[in-house]
């Protein structure tokens, strides 16, 4: 079958929740993909941000491998071998203290609710806390995750949503004070925008609204489900603010591939939050998933993954900061590490369809801004190939 025959049946089968671009992507190999009928792409967008070692790491995949003639799953009722190594590592590389495997993002910010509401309820002996989450934030499409996402276009079908949630502005720490009180038990945000547009935290509103936690004895819950696991040049983009949270999430780049998130927090919430029966999972952190985070991890200190990182994030930036020079229809390149975007007064979405047209895959943060996500093994070349094609894509959309 070609890839047209494939699209074909898959959207008689599929329940059309996405508008798929119309390629089917087949195999992959570093950080390039080729999809069913042979053509080859640059990939820019690491499956959004996934991933982060790109395609055909034969130490990763070897590892899977071993795992499946051992053993696959064996639920949360007994301990298994790779969770407890991967808990460990992953500790090791975030400075928390306890962890709880998921299945997806959403679920690592579904526990973390609910961790924060527990908090609140052990330490005051009454329910109904409130949470504060930012505006154009996005934290997942279940439906305690849409309640703290602040994007009226996401919600408005599925109200009513989890009450309790009051919503301020990203780096506006005076709109995080109006809204916070006696009854805050957590401010939940991403330590950089992803969906909303590549906003990364201003230092002094991380801050501020860490001292304001403290104040209220709230939880600072981040969300790096996007913006983790080396993606902004350290292995979580909050230790470049030195902002350590009560509560992290992880995902994505997590596993690389496989279905795994995490929910990260300090042995002083861990004490007052979740006990037995509190919350759970059947397939959370079986024995393939978490083989797969523990190798992951190995490779990326292997690899030296975050100096990396903030090599090419120079690089890209660089490049990028031409494109804008020389480009009028970009108005605005913003971003951290290799997460970066820019904001285009003309369609992102045709820009990224015509990208795909000439084998380069990126994909849009909204209407307008172009996200840049590359696997963090990218190399200097792979960026300035990049820039060859976006440069004369953005001069046809000019000429237009």
């Given at each position: 079958?070609n890839?047209?025959?494939y699209?074909?049946?898959?959207?008689?089968?599929?329940?059309?929740?996405?508008?798929?671009?119309?390629?089917?992507?087949?195999s992959g190999?570093?950080v390039?993909l080729?999809?069913?009928?042979?053509?080859?792409?640059?990939?820019?967008?690491a499956?959004?941000?996934v991933?982060?070692?790109?395609?055909?790491?034969?130490a990763?995949?070897?590892?899977?491998?071993e795992?499946i003639?051992?053993?696959?799953?064996?639920?949360?009722?007994?301990?298994?071998q790779?969770a407890?190594?991967?808990?460990?590592?992953?500790?090791?590389?975030?400075?928390?203290?306890?962890?709880?495997f998921?299945n997806?993002?959403?679920?690592?910010?579904?526990?973390a609710?609910?961790?924060?509401?527990?908090?609140?309820?052990?330490?005051?002996?009454?329910?109904?806390?409130?949470?504060?989450?930012?505006?154009?934030?996005?934290?997942?499409?279940?439906?305690?995750?849409?309640s703290v996402?602040?994007?009226?276009?996401?919600?408005e079908?599925f109200?009513?949503?989890?009450?309790?949630?009051?919503?301020?502005?990203?780096?506006?720490?005076?709109?995080?004070?109006?809204?916070?009180?006696d009854?805050?038990?957590?401010?939940?945000?991403?330590?950089?925008?992803?969906?909303?547009?590549?906003?990364p935290?201003e230092k002094?509103?991380?801050?501020?609204?860490?001292?304001?936690?403290?104040?209220y004895?709230?939880?600072?819950?981040l969300?790096?489900i996007?913006?983790?696991?080396?993606?902004?040049?350290?292995?979580?983009?909050?230790q470049?603010?030195?902002?350590?949270?009560?509560i992290?999430?992880?995902?994505k780049?997590l596993?690389?591939?496989?279905?795994?998130?995490a929910f990260?927090?300090?042995e002083?919430?861990a004490?007052?939050?979740?006990?037995?029966?509190?919350?759970?999972?059947?397939?959370?952190?079986?024995?393939?998933?978490?083989?797969?985070?523990?190798k992951t991890?190995e490779?990326?200190?292997?690899m030296?993954?975050?100096?990396?990182?903030?090599?090419?994030?120079h690089?890209?930036?660089?490049?990028?900061?031409?494109?804008k020079?020389?480009?009028?229809?970009?108005?605005?390149?913003?971003g951290?590490g290799?997460?970066?975007?820019?904001?285009?007064?003309?369609?992102?979405?045709e820009?990224?369809?015509?990208?795909?047209?000439?084998g380069l895959i990126l994909?849009?943060?909204?209407?307008n801004?172009?996200?840049?996500?590359?696997p963090?093994?990218?190399k200097?070349?792979e960026?300035?190939?990049m820039?060859?094609?976006l440069d004369?894509?953005l001069?046809?959309m000019?000429?237009r």
């Amino acid at each position: 079958m070609n890839s047209m025959a494939y699209m074909e049946q898959a959207n008689q089968d599929l329940l059309h929740t996405y508008n798929r671009y119309g390629i089917v992507l087949e195999s992959g190999e570093g950080v390039y993909l080729s999809d069913a009928d042979g053509k080859k792409y640059l990939d820019f967008a690491a499956g959004i941000g996934v991933c982060a070692l790109g395609y055909g790491n034969e130490a990763y995949n070897q590892a899977l491998k071993e795992q499946i003639d051992k053993l696959l799953h064996t639920s949360n009722l007994y301990y298994n071998q790779p969770a407890m190594q991967a808990a460990r590592k992953l500790k090791a590389i975030s400075g928390m203290d306890r962890v709880f495997f998921t299945n997806s993002g959403a679920e690592a910010v579904e526990g973390a609710i609910k961790a924060a509401k527990k908090y609140a309820f052990t330490r005051d002996g009454w329910a109904g806390h409130e949470i504060i989450a930012m505006r154009h934030s996005f934290h997942g499409r279940s439906l305690g995750a849409l309640s703290v996402t602040g994007n009226r276009q996401y919600q408005e079908a599925f109200e009513p949503l989890l009450p309790g949630v009051r919503f301020a502005d990203f780096n506006d720490l005076d709109s995080v004070k109006a809204q916070i009180g006696d009854k805050t038990c957590a401010v939940l945000l991403e330590t950089v925008q992803g969906e909303g547009g590549i906003y990364p935290a201003e230092k002094e509103f991380l801050e501020g609204v860490a001292r304001l936690c403290k104040e209220y004895d709230a939880l600072l819950i981040l969300d790096e489900i996007q913006c983790g696991m080396g993606r902004c040049g350290r292995m979580f983009a909050w230790q470049e603010y030195a902002v350590r949270p009560d509560i992290l999430t992880t995902a994505k780049a997590l596993g690389c591939g496989v279905p795994v998130g995490a929910f990260l927090m300090t042995e002083r919430v861990a004490e007052k939050s979740l006990a037995p029966g509190d919350h759970g999972t059947t397939y959370g952190g079986n024995p393939l998933v978490c083989a797969a985070v523990s190798k992951t991890i190995e490779l990326m200190e292997q690899m030296q993954i975050e100096e990396h990182v903030q090599k090419m994030a120079h690089c890209l930036w660089n490049r990028l900061e031409a494109l804008k020079e020389k480009h009028t229809c970009i108005t605005e390149h913003r971003g951290m590490g290799l997460m970066q975007g820019l904001e285009l007064s003309v369609p992102a979405g045709e820009a990224s369809r015509l990208a795909l047209e000439r084998g380069l895959i990126l994909i849009t943060a909204g209407a307008n801004v172009l996200r840049f996500l590359p696997p963090l093994i990218i190399k200097e070349q792979e960026i300035d190939a990049m820039y060859e094609i976006l440069d004369g894509i953005l001069q046809d959309m000019e000429a237009r």
